[in-house]
């Protein structure tokens, strides 16, 4: 056939006829939205306590090492979670969607062709990001602050946690194809035990316990990446397997530009959206290196908070894409919109609860990594002045996941690029010109979330489908 269909193991049709729609797709087309959106949510929470060990436990075990370490850290760490959320949110929301669009329409055999796809984007993802960040980090991190042992911490880190990034990228993207069926559970048990395992490992050769070595801060870039590899290859066999509702097939495989387009269409803005988030708070931690290295600690350790509630509006945002993806490719674009202003409420909610939380306690958090006095009066100014409005920040990052079911993320993307130009150029601002210290660089950062939220508010207000809808 001209289309190469019958050629191709990995596109030829399957006997759809013997398989009906599954339970969970009938789920996500016709289940109560509320009810729905919540059960598939509840197993992400998962995913959540596991990007929160992370972010926590990181800080905890490296600020043991001495101010310097912890500074060390503090300028890499940005670029690790960006390459956690470039290949989770950003490509790996493109792919979930894809694939729940295709399910969507009972297109099973394009489903099972994109798993395939997706596992060789994995790995492409992977060559790019090391490359970039092992040649370009030493650079960034200069640009930031970096000098004497707090540069040398920085890049004994990197050169771990980048050398090894293929683990992360292949954990996130496959993790993706199967939440794109609707299946949250397995993905995020895996994910939970990839960061368990760090937790476990990395104090063990930071401090070379029992028969491991005392690597130092280069032993936190290893526990991640080993137990984030152990957790990608758990994936990897279980899209090979019978259990699994789409097949990643390896032999006698002929890629297709078009699936990758699919991706692509809607992966480069998810991945701009994700570097223009880390790039924001980049630009803000060197912005407060103008202000000494004390408050660049404490405005990075307040906004490692932003850091969890990310993953807090992931939580909703994974379902979220695979709902609405589902819907849409199922032409219930009513039912589609509806879902995404319902997951936009109740991650509002959620991220509102943390942020007043720490913004009442902020000892709670702050407390946690250092205890440095000057550190904590700016750390704890942050949260009293953004932590208030994360109700925002959660609104507009669900409204962004709901934009990537959609198929049509860029103009969320473009709502994040005029939070990046309040908040961080609100900040530079702030601190070059007029001289308004930490105070004026919070406020700047608040104000882009409010900012963020209105945007995607009016985005999903003019989104519709076909005038059939």
Known sequence: MSNGVASNPVLAPRNTAARPVSARTKLLLEGPVFPTLLRLSLPNFLNLFSIAGLITFDGIFVGRLGTDALAGASLVFPFVIAVQHLSASGMGGAVSSAVARAVGAGAMDRADALAT???ALAIGLAVVASSLMLTMGPVFYRWMGGRGEMLDAALAYSAVAFGGAISICTLNILASVVRGTGNMTFPAAALMGGVLGHVLLSPMLIFGWGPFPTLGIAGAGWGLITSFGIASVVVFFYLRSDKSLVKLALGGVRYRRDLFREFFSVGVPGMANVAI????????TGVTGHLGKEAQIGYALGARLEYIIIPLAFVFGTALVAMVGTNWGAKQYQRARRIAWTGGAIAATACAAVGLFCAVFPAFWMGLFT?????????TLYLHIVAPVYAAYGLGQALYFSSQGFGNPLPAVLANVARLLVSAGGGLVAV???GAGPLGVFVGIASGFILYAVLNAWILLRTAGPKTA
């Open 117 to 119: 796809h997706a596992f």
């Open 277 to 284: 988030t880390n790039l924001t708070i980049v630009v803000l």
């Open 371 to 379: 205890e440095q006095e000057e550190v904590l009066r700016v750390g």
């Open 432 to 434: 070059l010109w007029f």
